[in-house]
């Protein structure tokens, strides 16, 4: 049975039918129900239809889930026939989605690719042995601020600083030497790099509504074009991670030495298991790539000249992007994953800990609580660090009550229904889409009390965390599809604040009072519809 094609009205002729949900208009069912933003409007459909609800988007069934009970019983019992992901029709571009960890479908290639990134790259030991790396990453940033603010008086300005810029920089840096082992690149702040502007390129196209995702048959069209502009950007991403894994077999081949074996090794090495024969990551490949993208015209002058002498430039062949045995590591899916940890982990913590410090400006009592624990475990005459922040229950509840309020990808990502499931006492038909709205949950005055308020103190004497087995928290997600980068991006978050606290006092521009900060969200991830702008000081 094809659940696309299920029609609401049914409901009754089904053995148990679905959950409840507002009545849809023909063709466009629930579409104008959602609201600008809708992790917030569901929340508030919540009161009216309980937890689990039921919406036809366009011709798309789809099931949210927003309580920790509801929440509960799909990652404990339905976790398996709901562990496919809804893939949006922007991401099928370039065939993008075969390739990837977050959307690629629950296969035994997926499953192998998931297992090469938790057992090799994201386990807890990786993660401590690179603590020096993201030491100097955060080291950095806290230059680039002092920079900044000196620039900025210097030209009469207040020294107020926009952080969002600060952080992305960072996490990029940080997530880049994480998986390559050293300093991906010189640490600069070149915000006209080919790399940034088509990562906002590639978010600014997969976050739009898009009409093909809400009718499938639409999709051979494209009609918003939406899926052709999001291949543009990847392929410009994918030309990037290109020039690193060109950089990476060059080194290999001329015998560098390596201290340790990181991320990209283990890609590499992957790939030689298996030999069928077709397309393996080569240089020859990763040069076919790069020359791929001057098709697009799309390359810079220096990538261009680059490639001047290269044989290859005068037949341009085409790098194919069929996945011919998906059991085999091919070209195209090194780059995808390589590029996927830079997507996943960049936005979701420089996001995270953005919100934080808008939240700390508008509590400063909580912000003097965190500068008093960091000077009384660490002092000021050393550095913070990672080892340090076990030692801070404060600052550990604060990040916490952070990610409460503001988990970064509100609704996670959506699933989708392998086959037909009974949930609840539901009938969920195959190729539902399942949305999973921790932001509500995150809110729920059933399991939170006083949910609405900023309360680090509440996780306290509180054993709730957010690693996926306390349902009333899931900034992470949970299950199958958990969050693969939890532990890296939970030591960014926590010692990226904990070193903007011990060095600088925050205070807002113009005298303007703490209520006043926007705290107003975007849709899709949850950025900051207005920037949080700042006056950092040197503390005492
Ligand atoms: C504050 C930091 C972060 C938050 C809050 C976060 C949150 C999430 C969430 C909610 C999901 C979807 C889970 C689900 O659907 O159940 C996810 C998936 C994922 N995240 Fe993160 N993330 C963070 C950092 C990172 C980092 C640092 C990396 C990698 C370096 C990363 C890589 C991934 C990947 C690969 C997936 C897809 C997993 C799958 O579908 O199997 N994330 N993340």
């Known amino acids: 049975m094809d659940g696309d094609n299920i029609d609401i009205a049914n409901v009754t002729a089904m053995p148990y039918g679905f959950p409840p949900g507002p009545p849809g208009w023909p063709l466009v069912g629930n579409i104008f129900d959602l609201g600008q933003i809708p992790h917030q409007t569901l929340y508030k459909l919540q009161a009216h239809y ?3 609800i039921w919406l036809k988007l366009g011709s798309i069934n789809t099931m949210v889930v927003q309580s920790a009970k509801a929440a509960s019983e799909l990652f404990k019992k339905c976790d398996l026939p709901f562990a496919d992901r809804k893939v949006p029709d922007s991401l099928t571009a370039l ?20 297992r090469i990134c938790t057992t090799e790259f994201l386990v807890q030991k990786r993660v401590n042995d690179s603590i020096p790396l993201r030491q100097k990453c955060i080291d950095d940033m806290i230059d680039w601020i002092q920079k900044d603010v000196a620039k900025s008086k210097e030209n009469g300005g207040s020294g107020e600083i926009q952080l969002d810029w600060f952080l992305f920089v960072t996490s990029f840096y940080t997530i880049g030497n994480f998986m390559l082992s050293r300093e991906v690149m010189e640490s600069t702040l070149d915000k006209t790099s080919e790399f940034f502007e088509a990562l ?3 978010f600014g196209w997969i976050g739009k509504p898009n009409l093909s995702d809400l009718f499938p048959l639409l999709r051979w069209m494209d009609p918003q074009r939406i899926r052709r502009n999001t291949g543009a950007a990847l392929e410009r991403l994918l030309g990037f991670a290109a020039g690193i894994v060109k950089d990476r077999i060059e080194e290999n ?66 790098f194919s992007l069929k996945v011919e045995n998906p059991g085999d590591f091919e070209i195209f899916e090194y780059l995808s994953i390589l590029q996927e940890m830079f997507l996943g982990g960049i936005e979701t913590t420089s996001t995270t800990i953005e919100w934080g410090m808008a939240e700390l400006l508008r509590h400063p009592n909580t912000m003097k609580k965190i500068q008093d ?12 660090e990672e080892n340090d922040l076990n030692n801070m229950p404060y600052l550990q509840a604060t990040v916490k ?89 939970h030591k960014m978050l926590s010692s990226t604040i904990a070193s903007l606290l011990q060095t600088f006092d925050w205070k807002l521009a113009g005298g303007a009072k703490p209520e006043a900060v926007d705290m107003r969200e975007t849709v899709g991830l949850l950025r900051k519809k207005v920037p949080l702008k700042a006056i950092p000081s040197l503390r005492e």
């Not at 989605?97 to 499953?111: D, E, H, I, L």
């Not at 990209?264 to 490949?285: A, C, F």
């Not at 624990?373 to 913070?384: M, N, Y």
């Open 50 to 52: 309980g937890p689990v």
């Open 95 to 114: 065939g993008y989605n075969r390739g990837s960890v977050a959307f690629g479908a629950y296969s035994g290639y997926w499953r192998k690719l998931r």
């Open 200 to 202: 906002l390129l590639f």
């Open 253 to 318: 081949e001329l015998g560098k030495e390596k201290k340790t074996k990181d991320f990209l090794d283990t890609l590499l090495e992957e790939g030689e298991v298996n030999e069928t024969g077709h397309d393996k990551l080569s240089l020859k490949n990763i040069t076919i790539l790069l020359l791929r993208k001057l098709e697009f015209s799309l390359v810079d002058e220096v990538v261009g000249n680059m490639l001047g002498n290269n044989p290859m430039l005068g037949h341009k062949p085409k």
């Open 373 to 384: 624990e960091i000077d009384q475990v660490v002092g000021r005459t050393r550095k913070v």
């Open 401 to 489: 009550e952070i990610m409460r309020l503001h988990p970064p990808v509100p609704m996670l990502i959506p699933r989708n229904a392998r086959e037909d499931t009974e949930f609840m006492g539901y009938f969920v038909p195959k190729n539902t889409q399942i949305f999973v709205n921790a932001w509500a949950i995150h809110r729920d005055p059933a399991t939170w009390p006083d949910p609405l308020s900023f309360k680090p103190e509440r996780f306290l004497d509180s054993d709730i965390d957010y690693k996926g087995q306390h349902f009333q928290m899931i900034p992470f997600g949970s299950g199958r599809r958990s969050c693969l980068g939890l532990t890296l991006g």
